[in-house]
């Protein structure tokens, strides 16, 4: 067990999270999302919802606030107002573009985490920030 780590980043996620350099996207996905079929890079997290799974990555990870955060599908939903929320208070900002080039960005995302979050649309994709001295 590590001092300081949220319990519910795991190794492999660590892994991915680290391997991952500034301006990589990784994709945070309900359980309704064909990540098997999209991934590059397939980290479960099943019994986590992608809020609870966002709050714990952001606690390690940086994030990128000089130019586009993250995005979330144009489909407003109530899930979404959390997540916005999580990310703005770090100081980014969300897009939400139509649902096909949000889908594409899900698709070209480093890794995918997907949880087995019941929301529809519950879907966010972040980007990694530079951490400086």
Do not use: C
Request: charged share 20%; no cysteine; aromatic share 6%.
């Amino acid at each position: 067990m590590l001092l300081g780590i949220d319990q519910r980043l795991g190794p492999d996620l660590l892994y991915i999270l680290a391997s991952m350099g500034h301006g990589d996207t990784i994709a945070i996905v309900d359980g309704n999302y064909p990540a098997e079929r999209d991934a590059n890079r397939l980290i479960r997290m099943d019994g986590h919802t992608v809020s609870s799974v966002l709050e714990a990555v952001l606690t390690i990870l940086p994030i990128e606030t000089d130019q586009v955060t993250g995005w979330v599908p144009k489909t407003e939903r109530p899930v979404h107002l959390d997540l916005i929320q999580q990310i703005k208070g770090l100081g980014g900002e969300i897009t939400r573009p139509d649902d096909e080039t949000f889908y594409q960005a899900v698709k070209d995302a480093f890794a995918i985490i997907a949880t087995s979050d019941p929301a529809l649309y519950g879907n966010i994709v972040i980007t990694k920030g530079a951490r400086g001295i």
